[in-house]
Nanobody
Framework: VQLQASGGGLVQAGDSLRLSCAAS?????????MGWFRQAPGKEREFVAG???????LYADFVKGRFTISRDNGKKAVNLQMNSLKPEDTAVYFC??????????????????WGQGTQLTVSS
């Protein structure tokens, strides 16, 4: 499956933004569990949020209550609504597809397909 992330940009602290990830090719999109990761300069890639085929979601502690992941199987898309953005949210955000179970979705090695990333910059 090919993934294309979009929606990044430059925003101010406290603003909201929605990232989108469009899927094409591969198996039926609804069969994949999906995730968002991010990587800030000089840091490791880290898990942000994931959503299963049955729309169970999970989040990193640092985004709970601020970010919401959702999926639209008809449009073959997964979205990340980000509210109350902070400067420390600045990173390149990646979407990814997985065939692993819910408990494995926090680990990047359990994803088989990755989008190219979209840059989010939050100014203070």
């Amino acid at each position: 499956v090919q993934l294309q992330a979009s929606g990044g940009g430059l925003v101010q602290a406290g603003d909201s933004l929605r990232l989108s990830c469009a899927a094409s090719g591969g198996s039926t999109f609804r069969n994949y569990n999906m995730g968002w990761f991010r990587q800030a300069p000089g840091k490791e890639r880290e898990f942000v949020a994931g959503i299963t085929r049955s729309t169970t979601s999970l989040y990193a502690d640092f985004v709970k209550g601020r970010f919401t992941i959702s999926r639209d199987n008809g449009k073959k898309a997964v979205n990340l609504q980000m509210n109350s953005l902070k400067p420390e949210d600045t990173a390149v955000y990646f979407c990814a597809a997985s065939s692993s179970v819910l408990s494995a979705l926090r680990a990047s090695e359990n994803y088989h397909s990755w989008g190219q990333g979209t840059q989010l910059t939050v100014s203070s």
